[in-house]
């Protein structure tokens, strides 16, 4: 029979005397792109960001080249032929990216479930001194990867919509995983609300996987306009995650997120990097560097913090040659490995 967990989202909390503590150290820039963010991003509210953790399983990840779809049809064996063991190392490499992160709000993509991921937090992270909040649902794929939060700050509300049909065929899923909608309590006593993402892959191709994205990102706008009203730019939001596509047009096609990332009430605030910093990704069959990881913050919270954001690359493995920075100890040069992707870091000195 086929392996499938229960529906369930789960809150975690501690108390508010020490949760609610105005979040306001020194940011450390560590292997991060950005020239003008150690002098412009002295001191911050609050630090938000976004990072694909690659397979945060409990034990097992597909091989590559396994269509999850065709593997769930009649059920599947946690054996040889479909599933590699997670190498612990790696795990230990994006335990310690995340650590050197300092978020006080992290948005993650490819978490197998709540529970696993508050198994990395008590080995990898500190326990739950050091992220007393945790949310997440067991989505749509059926790889068993999730989105989730983890966070600092209160979670007050958290909102699923992985139950949304694609208006394509009415008889599937909309969302990959999810659009996990959060909101995060502030110190000052105001939300911010969380849009997390983790988009339809380019296996198959990107022009042939390109409609569902399109989709997806359409959605997303929905969603939030149907919460805010007609002018959501005007209130706190953050969408973020991995879009699993990029901005240029090129011989694979053009790109599905023009019309979220190019919205009036949004701005991708990794676009106030140069151009050569603000890859995210790096394809090695294409050599190809490109951004995947967004971080989009509504109009209002983007123009009261106009700081740069950070790309921490210290986890990436060696063969992404570009980045000639610092990495971490262990780092091979395919694995192990914190991540095959980038976290997107964004401080924030006001809720707009």
């Known amino acids: 029979m086929l392996r499938r967990r229960a529906a369930r989202g789960r809150l975690s909390a501690t108390s508010p005397s020490t949760s609610r503590q105005r979040l306001n150290d020194p940011v450390r820039r560590l292997g991060c ?9 002295s001191a911050a509210a609050l630090r938000l960001a976004t990072f694909n953790v690659e397979n945060l399983f409990a034990r097992w990840k ?11 049809k009649s059920g599947w064996k946690v054996d040889q ?13 994006t335990g310690m990216a995340i650590r050197e992160l300092e978020a006080d709000v992290l948005a993650l993509q490819e978490v ?20 007393p909040f945790v949310a997440g649902i067991d989505g749509n794929d059926p790889r068993l990867i999730d989105v989730a939060v983890l966070s600092k700050l209160p979670i007050t509300r958290m909102r699923s919509h992985q139950h949304l049909l694609d208006p394509e065929t009415r008889t599937s899923t909309l969302f990959s995983r ?17 849009f997390v993402n983790h988009f339809k892959s380019m296996v198959g191709g990107r022009d042939k996987t390109h409609s569902k994205r399109v989709r997806q990102a359409q959605a997303v706008r929905e969603l939030i306009t149907a919460r805010f009203g007609s002018d959501p730019g005007e209130h706190p939001f953050a969408i973020l995650g991995d ?43 294409g050599r190809a560097y490109r951004q995947l990881d967004y971080l989009l913050l509504s109009r209002s919270l983007a123009e009261a913090n ?4 950070e790309i921490m690359r210290k986890g990436m493995p060696l063969r992404a040659e570009r980045y000639q920075g610092e990495r971490f100890v262990g780092v091979g040069r395919d694995n192990p490995k914190a991540s095959d992707h980038c976290p997107v870091i964004m401080d924030l000195a006001s809720s707009a």
């Open 33 to 41: 792109a950005g020239p003008e963010a150690a002098s412009s991003n």
């Open 178 to 194: 999810d659009c996990l909608e959060v909101d995060v309590e502030l110190p000052e006593g105001s939300s911010l609300t969380l």
């Open 306 to 309: 106009p700081r740069i954001p």
């Open 62 to 72: 597909f091989r590559e080249g396994v269509e999850p779809a065709e593997a769930n």
């Open 112 to 131: 197998e479930s709540v529970d696993t991921l508050k198994h990395f937090r008590a080995g990898a992270l500190g326990g739950r001194k050091a992220y």
């Open 243 to 285: 879009f699993n596509d990029y901005l240029e047009e090129d011989e694979q096609g053009t790109t599905s997120l023009a019309e979220l990332v190019g919205w009036e009430a949004v701005e991708n605030v990794v676009e106030r990097l140069p151009e050569e910093e603000r890859w995210t990704h790096f394809w090695s069959k």
């Open 81 to 93: 032929t479909r599933f590699h063991e997670l190498s612990v190392d790696e795990k230990a490499l």
